[in-house]
């Protein structure tokens, strides 16, 4: 088993695959070094002496410069590094592509054809409030609906979308809780859906029906609590008959063309840019060789390697939206008085994570080295097949939840440190690391560790593959099991 890496031979730092003691001697590149520091798995260590502004480098790529001489041999991280990172940018379109390696195998997943021709990879019953006051009211429809139906349905599940938003919310905030829901409505992977409303939120019911569009009126029910005397038993009624118009449900073969995936880390450590987000740009690469999609999004966290998804635009004109995505986020960050690079997280620094350009250009690893085909803004939906971006933040929940809306049947989250949420599609977790998902295979799905254990890439790959194929054919992941099912929206205004 290796007990470091090197990510590029421009580095002049290599990451530590195990914890290494003071004293111990390591071999990089056919040099002994003595280490001066103890070193955690997943820390950095200095190959070579930096001085104090110069740049650290690594992914062969500057991540950050010296705030003092590092000797050759030393720990790397935030009490001898800082970020080089500015705020708003002016960039040029350099494009350069590589050749996508992996062919067409004209592969296939089990999924649902719904009505208009769009697929889903879950056949699930959804309530969608409007407006978070009457989650409750929800949740007393699903348990009476359960009572009098059982489990005789079609469906393979039945559930609130719970949120916190729809009423008190003007301009933008408003606007971004009105699309998130309509999206999730418009879900394929719910075969039927109940929205109700309250009947004196923001959020008005007529308003929304208007942006949630045209559909299949014997699949979408329209509920408003306050016009009815019992609302509960209304709504127990049109379940019943969105079950009766979905008695011939069934899987069918789907080529992977019509898989959409979203990808997206947090939590992450040392090891998440080297093993788990480098497997997600391996499939990512993958499936849109069979002519699929997939969306990176969490913008903050592009912050620093930028360029590179810049130089992979498919014409200036996705170039220029590219700009327009990192700029105006490091505006939105200027305008609430806020420096662009806030980041990483304690939680991020303890695993090994230095600065916010070593935590993008590991982020952006998820997106393989495929051509960047369009920019989706928030709560947009999915128009174009092959690698997009979306402008979302960060945030775990808020980045999931906006993955789903724009279209994503599954959420693909890279994780070093470990968390157990899910959004309202199938959320799969990935470890970077072994102990991690032997200490929490109730929260971990795939265990992308075993890539520096002497694990080829090629066979880790194909299995890799082959587990999204079985999820994106009914397979349960842990947040479905555990039935962690949450939405987030994006807020940055006033809340009345």
């Known amino acids: 088993m290796k007990e470091f890496i090197t990510l590029n031979d421009k580095d002049n730092v290599a990451v530590a695959l195990r914890n290494f003691n003071k004293g111990e001697k390591i071999v990089v590149r056919k040099s002994e070094i003595l280490l001066v520091d103890d070193i955690e798995r997943g820390h950095k260590i200095a190959l070579e002496s930096i001085p104090a502004g110069a740049d650290i480098k690594k992914y062969g790529y500057p991540i950050g410069q010296a705030?003092?001489?590092?000797?050759?041999?030393?720990?790397?991280?935030?009490?001898?590094a800082k970020t080089n990172l500015h705020d708003i940018?002016?960039?040029?379109?350099?494009?350069?592509?590589?050749?996508?390696?992996?062919?067409?195998?004209?592969?296939?997943?089990?999924?649902?054809?719904?009505?208009?021709?769009n697929v889903g990879i879950r056949n699930e019953l959804w309530i969608v409030p409007t407006v978070g006051c009457i989650n409750g009211i929800g949740d007393q429809i699903v348990r009476r609906f359960k009572e009098e139906v059982g489990d005789i349905t079609p469906f393979e599940n039945v559930l609130v979308l719970k949120h916190s938003y729809g009423c008190s919310q003007?301009?933008?905030?408003?606007?971004?809780?009105?699309?998130?829901?309509?999206?999730?409505?418009?879900?394929?992977?719910?075969?039927?859906?109940?929205?109700?409303?309250?009947?004196?939120?923001?959020?008005?019911?007529?308003?929304?029906?208007?942006?949630?569009?045209?559909?299949?009126?014997?699949?979408?029910?329209?509920?408003?609590?306050?016009?009815?005397?019992?609302e509960v038993e209304a709504g127990v009624n049109y379940l019943k008959g969105i079950v009766f118009a979905a008695q011939s449900d069934q899987r069918e073969d789907i080529p992977l063309s019509e898989l959409k995936?979203?990808?997206?880390?947090?939590?992450?450590?040392?090891?998440?840019?080297?093993?788990?987000?480098?497997?997600?740009?391996?499939?990512?690469?993958?499936?849109?060789?069979?002519?699929?999609?997939?969306?990176?999004?969490?913008?903050?966290?592009?912050?620093?390697?930028?360029?590179?998804?810049?130089?992979?635009?498919?014409?200036?004109?996705?170039?220029?939206?590219?700009?327009?995505l990192i700029n105006d986020f490091k505006q939105y960050f200027i305008d609430n008085k806020q420096p662009v690079f806030e980041n990483p997280s304690p939680g991020n620094k303890a695993g090994g994570i230095t600065t916010l350009e070593d935590k993008s250009l590991g982020c952006t690893q998820k997106a393989g080295i495929s051509v960047v085909e369009d920019v989706l803004?928030?709560?947009?939906?999915?128009?174009i097949n092959g690698l997009n971006l979306l402008a979302a933040p960060g945030n775990d929940l808020v980045a999931s939840s906006a993955l789903a809306a724009a279209g994503c049947h599954m959420v693909l989250f890279t994780t070093g440190r470990g968390t157990p949420f899910g959004t309202f599609v199938p959320t799969v977790k990935i470890?970077?690391?072994?102990?991690?998902?032997?200490?929490?295979?109730?929260?971990?799905?795939?265990?992308?560790?075993?890539?520096?254990?002497?694990?080829?890439?090629?066979?880790?790959?194909?299995?890799?593959?082959?587990?999204?194929?079985?999820?994106?054919?009914?397979?349960?992941?842990?947040?479905?099991?555990?039935?962690?099912?949450?939405?987030?929206?994006?807020?940055?205004?006033?809340?009345?």
């Open 89 to 117: 940018k002016e960039y040029e379109y350099l494009p350069t592509f590589i050749e996508n390696p992996y062919k067409n195998r004209n592969t296939t997943f089990k999924g649902y054809r719904r009505k208009n021709g």
């Open 431 to 496: 470890s970077s690391n072994t102990p991690l998902y032997e200490n929490k295979k109730h929260w971990i799905d795939y265990n992308a560790g075993i890539l520096v254990e002497d694990m080829s890439e090629e066979k880790v790959l194909e299995e890799f593959i082959e587990f999204i194929v079985e999820i994106a054919g009914g397979r349960l992941v842990n947040n479905e099991i555990n039935n962690f099912r949450e939405i987030s929206i994006f807020k940055t205004g006033v809340t009345l």
């Open 67 to 80: 705030t003092n001489c590092i000797q050759v041999g030393s720990w790397v991280h935030t009490h001898n």
């Open 170 to 230: 003007l301009g933008d905030d408003l606007e971004n809780t009105r699309k998130i829901l309509a999206n999730a409505v418009n879900h394929p992977n719910a075969g039927g859906v109940l929205v109700i409303g309250l009947g004196c939120e923001n959020n008005e019911l007529d308003q929304f029906k208007a942006m949630v569009g045209e559909v299949d009126s014997s699949r979408v029910k329209f509920l408003l609590s306050q016009e009815v005397k019992d």
């Open 261 to 324: 995936i979203g990808l997206k880390c947090g939590g992450s450590d040392g090891l998440s840019g080297i093993t788990a987000n480098p497997l997600l740009g391996k499939l990512s690469d993958f499936l849109v060789a069979q002519g699929g999609t997939t969306v990176l999004t969490e913008v903050p966290e592009m912050f620093g390697a930028e360029t590179i998804l810049m130089e992979r635009a498919k014409d200036k004109y996705v170039f220029e939206k590219i700009v327009a």
């Open 377 to 383: 803004q928030y709560g947009e939906r999915l128009q």
